[in-house]
């Protein structure tokens, strides 16, 4: 019996940005294999990794969006986590082994001081379980060959951390923070301090810097769809800059731009600034010292 030979996949250029809700057990790079396979994208990129383990936004960039996919990378992060009070981990997670176990008595009002406590600029150890890399290997392949390292304190800010509930050994949790925080430390850390330990036991992302999950489908959502409708989920390119200032330019300056070269710069602007011609977006500039607007990314996007 011949078997049938399945066609062959012809990879398109598509240019957008998809924000996908994450499930649960999924990588962050196979969630966007099977995206850029539905949509037969021939270039896709994610803005940064979402543990296997949690779930939740994850924008994925195609075509000329991953030019600008690391500019998501320094966003805010927002979070709802469900801790478990008196029990500590090895890993700060549920996938870690039990290291220790304490009798929860805290009540609500010490849980309000003690998240008070961890407001704004802390310092955290990042997890032996991580993908942060010692001599060109991950930590987390250490941490299960049971190796430990030392690893140096970063700062983080905490913006915003708001109790959702608090029942028994269950503790939810809404926390907006900076880049490079991670929440099963945060987890560990609010246990210690409340003294009995805890470890995170859900993650759920809910926004990456100006995105959320209110425009997010999933990976079922989007199979069940026709081709044509799964273009319409489809984000604009500049979905990943619009926090940043705007400038239009006309005809002879947008021509300039477009092939690299500097222009004026209108009063007032500074920092990266995401740049139109005919309300299209042809790129991203940052000014010089003499105030000239010069071209940093430059975006071809197909007709």
């Not at 609500?108 to 001599?135: C, T, Y």
């Not at 809910?206 to 989920?233: C, M, N, Y």
Request: hydrophobic share 45%; with cysteine; net charge neutral.
């Amino acid at each position: 019996m011949t078997e049938t030979a399945q066609p062959k996949r012809t990879w398109q250029q598509v240019d957008g940005v998809l924000l996908l809700d994450k499930p649960l057990g999924l990588t962050s790079n196979d969630a966007l294999q099977k995206a850029r396979r539905l949509f037969s994208a021939a270039k896709g990129g994610h803005t940064g990794t979402l543990d296997p383990a949690a779930t939740g936004l994850l924008p994925l960039c195609f075509g000329e969006a991953t030019k600008f996919s690391a500019d998501l990378l320094d966003a805010d992060k927002t979070y709802e986590a469900v801790l478990q009070l008196g029990v500590t981990t090895d890993s700060g997670d549920a996938e870690g082994q039990v290291v220790a176990t304490a009798l929860v008595t805290v009540d609500e009002a010490a849980v309000r001081q003690v998240l008070a406590q961890f407001m704004g600029d802390i310092w955290q150890v990042p997890p032996m379980h991580s993908a942060l890399k010692r001599n060109g290997r991950p930590l987390y392949e250490l941490a299960r060959q049971g190796i430990e390292v030392e690893r140096e304190a970063r700062a983080v800010t905490i913006h915003a951390l708001e109790l959702l509930a608090f029942a028994g050994a269950s503790l939810a949790l809404r926390v907006r923070c900076s880049k490079g925080t991670y929440i099963r430390t945060l987890a560990a850390d609010l246990g210690r301090a409340l003294g009995c330990g805890a470890h995170l036991t859900a993650l759920r992302r809910t926004a990456v810097g100006d995105l959320d999950l209110a425009g997010a489908v999933t990976l079922a959502e989007l199979e069940a769809l026709a081709e044509v409708e799964r273009r319409q989920r489809l984000q604009p390119v500049d979905a990943l800059l619009r926090s940043l200032p705007r400038v239009d330019l006309a005809d002879l300056a947008a021509e300039r731009f477009s092939h690299g070269n500097p222009v004026d710069l209108p009063p007032g602007l500074s920092g990266k600034i995401r740049v139109y011609a005919d309300g299209r977006l042809i790129g991203v500039g940052e000014p010089s010292v003499d105030q000239r607007l010069w071209p940093k990314r430059l975006v071809q996007l197909s007709v």
